[in-house]
């Protein structure tokens, strides 16, 4: 049967309008079972995601990661295609004429060394950009993974709520911001269906239970800076016979600070990172050239170009002004905002917000990056969301000044395993039902 209750208030008004033979989506019943479902998978998605958590793969070494939620999707139904976009999978479950709904995780780790304690922390290394690294799901994947195979058994379970096919896709190197291009290289809409939406979940620091969302923007653009200053080297005691990079250097990092407060509009998200400054051997010797390295973030794309401009309008002035050569500049375009679908939000949002509550939360756009903007540039409307992963209580202790709460990428990042992932698949589940359900009603 379908939880579904008759538009009685409509039809009370009389109106002259036909109104679409439809119903509401019972969202409290459907939250019921949902959990219902849940609490008996449980511990088999509690070993999955320790097992996953203990063996964490690197970007683009997702092998074994991969065979595991292949094994999973296969034993629910789903009909698997392996190694799409070198290590990545996509999983499809077709059940009757409908829209396809795509659901995201990613698979990758992060080369550092977990120091959560926990009896389930990774040892484990591997080898990354030729040295030896432990690798740690520190970003969370791990919880993503977890929540992706339970929201697929739950949906599977639901099949008579909803008609179409679900097309699961776990994606590989989303560190990097290369997996989702890989996908889409290989692929991913040619090969397969291209989905009618799309969902994606990331956690984060702060309660479980709470998910918080946005329309528009919700995440940032994010691209490379490179820049080579080329002066003339000579003796650290003889500079008017020099050309000094690294006068023009230091002169660039802080300078450049003025295109973010006199140039872009200061309601505006933009920032400039000089992360990396390389120039020189020792102390008296005058290099003949100095290297910078650093990130730009955005939210809007004229603030994007008015910045690149600026950065590097400010470092062939400074070049300029050393009467030196024109600075090699390189900016490398990354990763791009993430920009939430006003029609599919508002869709999720009617559900969750009455599953949810006041825990269903409008938050601002967070201000790193994430790939899953290649799909959505790819032409799939979508809804990006956040779940918590920390007992409320620290969170609240923490606000008042207690310990303050390991985020993503912490080698203390450790959620609270079962609550995190129920929300997850409680909130994935309602959110792909409501463009199940839009869908049906030709909206
Ligand atoms: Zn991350
Ligand atoms: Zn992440």
């Avoid at 999978?89 to 959560?116: C, F, H, Q, S």
């Avoid at 599977?156 to 679900?166: I, M, Y």
């Amino acid at each position: 049967m379908r939880f579904a209750k008759p538009l009685l208030a409509a039809f009370a008004l009389g109106s002259m309008v036909a109104l679409p033979a439809h119903a509401e989506l019972d969202v409290a019943s459907l939250k019921q079972s949902i959990e219902t479902s849940f609490e008996s998978e449980y511990p088999k998605l509690d070993a999955l995601y320790k097992d996953i958590h203990a063996h964490p793969e690197i970007a683009f070494q997702e092998e074994k990661t991969a065979t595991k939620l292949a094994a999973e999707m296969r034993a629910i139904g789903f009909e698997v295609t392996e190694k799409v976009g070198k290590t990545g999978l996509v999983a499809l479950y077709k059940n009757g004429d409908g829209p396809t709904i795509m659901v995201r995780t990613e698979l990758d780790a992060l080369p550092m060394e977990e120091k959560t304690g926990l009896p389930y922390a990774s040892r484990d290394k591997t080898i990354w950009q030729g040295r030896e690294t432990f690798v740690t799901h520190s970003c969370g994947h791990d919880i993503h993974m977890a929540s992706w195979v339970g929201t697929a058994k739950t949906l599977v379970g639901l099949k008579d709520q909803w008609k179409g096919t679900l097309m699961f896709i776990a994606q590989p190197a989303e560190e990097v911001g290369a997996g989702a291009r890989a996908m889409l290289a290989d692929g991913l809409f040619t090969r397969f269906p291209k989905p009618d939406a799309g969902f994606a979940l990331h956690d984060g620091a702060f309660p479980y239970g709470y998910v918080n969302y946005r329309v528009g923007v919700g995440s940032s653009n994010a691209d490379g800076l490179y820049i080579k200053f080329k002066g003339r080297g000579g003796h650290g005691a003889v500079p008017q016979a020099t050309i000094d990079p690294v006068m023009m250097a230091s002169r660039f990092v802080v300078d450049v600070q003025s295109v973010i407060s006199r140039e872009k509009d200061p309601t505006e998200f933009g920032v400039v990172s000089i992360g990396s400054l390389h120039a020189g051997t020792t102390g008296n010797i005058i290099p003949d050239e100095a290297v910078l390295l650093g990130t730009i973030r955005t939210f809007k794309p004229d603030v994007r170009a008015k910045m690149h401009d600026g950065i590097e309008r400010t470092a062939k002035a400074v070049a300029a002004m050393a009467n030196a050569p024109a600075p090699d500049i390189k900016i490398a375009e990354g990763i791009k905002a993430v920009i939430n679908d006003p029609a599919v939000v508002a869709t999720a949002e009617k559900v969750l917000k009455a599953a949810f509550g006041d825990k269903f939360r409008a938050t601002p756009p967070v201000t790193p990056s994430e790939d899953f903007s290649e799909y959505i540039n790819a032409g799939v409307p979508s809804m990006f969301f956040n779940i918590g992963v920390y007992d409320p209580e620290r969170v609240a202790a923490a606000r008042n000044g207690g310990p303050p709460l390991p985020g993503n990428h912490s080698p203390l990042f450790a959620p609270v395993p079962k609550p995190t992932i129920q929300t997850g698949v409680t909130a994935m589940t309602l959110a792909v039902l409501s463009a199940f359900d839009q869908k049906a009603k030709g909206q």
